[in-house]
Every structure is written in structure tokens, then in C-alpha cells.
């Protein structure tokens, strides 16, 4: 942020102008000025957020389900004994388009 000792602002006119520019948008000089210390109070915003403290953080999830056990599965017949329509061994269903 500029400060009244002199210190160059965080973000410039010039910035906002090429910015401006790169995204294709018009601005009038009201309007940049205006961004340009809307920016510069976003980057103040983020340099408050670094003062904050870092909490700890929550420990890592565990898994508490089972461990899976591998058992037979049903064959391809067994499995396509119901199916209203089949073909070559696979299930058959209606045409999409």
C-alpha cells in the first residue's frame, strides 16, 4: 500500500494499464486509478493473512473399514442367466442413437 512517507504503491497505474490491456478491456484513467488501489488493498488483505498464526492440523485419516477378502465371483454365465437380451457373451441392451 502507498503510504504517505513516500513508498511506492504495491500496484501501479502502469500495471493496471497492461493488465487492462492483456484482458482486452477498456478502462478510463478514473477506473484505473480505482483498481489500482483495489489491488493494492487485496495484496494488504494477503499480507494480514500471512500474520496469522498456523494451527495444527487435524491427523490423517485412517482407514476403518475391513480389508477386503477376495472371494469367487459369479461366471459369465451365471451372471448373464438372467438378462433379457444377450449376445456373444455379453449383455445387450437398446440401441443409443
Given amino acids: 500500500m502507498s503510504d ?3 513508498e511506492t504503491p504495491a ?7 497492461n493488465v487492462a490491456e492483456l484482458a482486452r478491456v477498456d478502462l478510463t484513467e478514473d477506473e484505473v486509478e480505482e483498481f489500482a488501489e483495489q489491488f493494492e488493498a487485496v495484496l494488504g488483505d494477503f ?4 500474520e496469522v498464526p498456523e494451527v495444527e492440523s487435524e491427523p490423517d485419516l485412517v482407514n476403518v473399514m475391513r480389508d477386503d ?4 465371483g459369479l ?3 451365471e451372471a448373464l442367466r ?3 437380451e444377450t449376445e456373444d457373451g455379453y449383455f445387450k441392451g437398446p440401441r443409443v442413437s
Avoid: I, M, P, Y
Avoid at 500496484?11 to 494499464?17: D, G, L
Avoid at 477378502?69 to 469367487?72: G, N
Fill in 11 to 17: 500496484v501501479t497505474a502502469e500495471e493496471v494499464r
Fill in 82 to 84: 438372467n438378462a433379457s
Fill in 75 to 77: 461366471s459369465q454365465e
Fill in 47 to 50: 499480507e494480514t493473512l500471512d
Fill in 4 to 6: 504517505d512517507d513516500g
Fill in 69 to 72: 477378502e477376495v472371494e469367487e
